[in-house]
């Protein structure tokens, strides 16, 4: 299963413990689905980093080392202008189309999750892929 995650994604995922985007990290470290991400996620990750939290080079760095060690690199080609006013946004799309996910998987609920799109993925709230992905687990462990 492919999946891209959003930035909001990774920072929640890497700052706050204990909740859904925490557990969904600790699953893609494990390797139960194939995360995907693109040089425009790791900067935006890396900008958002660096303004919004009061973090370490150190922590900041380990957090991106994290993304690369963990996803696969995909290089858009084909660029989106679905969400306007927010490029950002676009370029999550673009990554999550080409590399042909399965899920999108974000906590935008004012750009992204709303989206009506023509592409084969699926767009996902954390507490939705995860209850998906738990059941799906656990069936696979009953066989």
């Known amino acids: 299963m492919k999946v891209v995650f959003d930035t909001n994604v990774y920072i929640s995922g890497h700052l706050f413990k204990g909740g859904i985007p925490s ?3 600790d699953l893609a470290r494990d390797k ?3 995360l995907f991400y693109s040089p425009e996620i790791l900067e935006e990750l890396r900008r958002v980093l660096e303004t919004k939290f009061d973090l370490t080079l150190h922590e900041r ?3 991106l080392r994290w993304v690369d060690g963990t996803g696969a690199l995909v290089y858009p080609k084909k660029g989106l202008s679905l969400v306007k006013g927010c490029q950002e946004d676009n370029r999550i799309l673009e990554c999550a ?6 899920f999108l998987v974000t906590g935008d609920k004012a ?9 084969g993925f699926r767009i996902i709230s954390p507490a939705e892929f995860y209850q998906g992905l738990n059941s799906l687990l656990s069936q696979r462990s009953k066989k």
Do not use: G, M, N
């Open 23 to 25: 557990r969904l990290v």
């Open 111 to 119: 750009h992204l999750l709303p989206l009506k799109h023509p592409f």
């Open 61 to 63: 760095e380990a957090i």
């Open 97 to 102: 189309l080409s590399c042909q996910a399965d």
């Open 32 to 34: 139960k689905f194939d």
